[in-house]
């Protein structure tokens, strides 16, 4: 009796054990989900996220992520364009790693040539795919801008860190945004990162600005002053050199993505900043469209607030010799192309009821 009674209790015992067992990998699984769920549907607390050292990419939240790329050059409204998106907070914004990755290699952050720029292509594409998927590991000249740089903890949205920000913390911040946003302003070639964007599934808004306006802007920005007056009047030449560089990423960036594949079609958008600037309650909409993402009410206070009518400022603030000047270090077809018209006189300039922008009945892929 006493043997019988043992072994009973002994299969009762396995039993609760294996019953135990099972219990505690169903809690464990629902467990594991719900962290998932929490990390990706709530904002981020100031816990730590474990394994930053792995692929911390979750598949699910990568198959359903917005991911936008604003592909402009330096002083086109980049950052007008890509705050509209950014604002959202749904997004996580990396701003601008183009700039960290030249300032962390000591380079000269006021250079964008295209030899100058080949020189971080792989490097910035490389990381375009790894942030795309909030993995930050290994990247030290992003921490070293953000713990230097305000504005960039700033764009991120994540100034309530404390210094120095770490990895884990960026890490939980960005995979609990369902959608992620950068600024790219020192890509010679969006095609040079048509692998990345495919694999990715990245919408680009491809963002232009008229050669003019865009050179009055470096100029005030760089501080250039003094320019050479008379009968072949010309800028300083590193404004100058700006000023090619800029129509010829213009050009280089149109037609080949125009002659490329259905996919560019599809997923790049050609946006002209006179238009965003002065028509935001038209063209943001059809970004958000663009991108698949609905609007809210804080997008439209953000439109209602906008100071319309800049996108033609420069008109008022250059003198028509330095106007000549700027039409003819950019070819002609750049003009066509994007829809803005020559002056030729004083009067033509200054006539603000005329556009100089020709219009476009419709914003639409390239």
């Known amino acids: 009796m006493g043997n019988t009674g043992n072994f009973m209790w002994r299969g009762r015992y396995r039993r609760s054990v294996i019953v135990i067992a099972a219990v505690l990998c169903l809690l464990l699984w629902i467990e594991s989900d719900a962290i998932q769920n929490f990390l990706t549907k709530q904002k981020y607390g100031g816990g730590i996220v474990s394994g930053v050292g792995d692929d911390v990419t979750d598949t699910k939240l990568s198959k359903r992520r917005l991911r936008v790329l604003v592909h402009a050059r330096m ?60 993995n930050f590991t290994g990247r030290d000249y992003f921490f070293k801008s953000i713990n230097k740089n305000g504005f960039q903890r700033y764009f991120s ?31 010679n070639n969006i095609l040079f990162a048509s692998a990345v964007l495919k694999e990715d599934d990245v919408k680009v808004i491809h963002l232009v600005r008229d050669p003019r306006g865009f050179a009055n802007s470096r100029r005030s920005f760089r501080g250039f002053k003094d320019s050479k007056g008379g009968e072949h009047f010309t800028f300083p030449e590193k404004l100058e050199q700006d000023i090619r560089n ?6 280089t960036n149109y037609l080949p993505v125009k002659n490329s594949d259905s996919w560019f079609k599809e997923n790049v958008m050609l946006i002209r900043y006179e238009d965003l600037a002065d028509w935001p309650e038209e063209i943001v909409p059809k970004m958000y469209t663009f991108v698949r993402l609905q609007r809210n009410t804080q997008i439209q206070r953000l439109i209602k607030l906008s100071m319309k009518g800049k996108g033609q400022a420069w008109r008022l603030q250059v003198n028509i010799d330095e106007v000549k000047r700027i039409q003819d270090l950019c070819p002609d077809e750049v003009f066509r192309t994007f829809g803005y018209v020559k002056v030729h006189d004083e009067g033509q300039l200054r006539n603000t009821s005329i556009s100089l922008v020709k219009p476009v009945t419709d914003v639409v892929n390239i």
Request: net charge negative; proline share 4%; with cysteine.
């Open 246 to 251: 800029y129509c010829t990423w213009l050009d």
């Open 75 to 134: 002083r086109t409204g980049s950052t007008l364009t890509a705050r509209y998106i950014a604002s959202n907070p749904d997004f996580f914004y990396v701003y601008e790693p183009g700039h960290m990755i030249i300032e962390y290699n000591d380079m000269d952050l006021s250079q964008d040539g295209f030899d100058y720029l080949e020189r971080i292509r792989h490097e910035l594409v490389d990381f375009m795919h790894s942030f795309l998927h909030c």
């Open 157 to 187: 949205n994540i100034t309530h860190l404390d210094l120095p920000v770490r990895e884990a913390d960026v890490t939980a911040i960005c995979r609990s945004k369902p959608h992620i946003i950068t600024k790219v302003n020192r890509l």
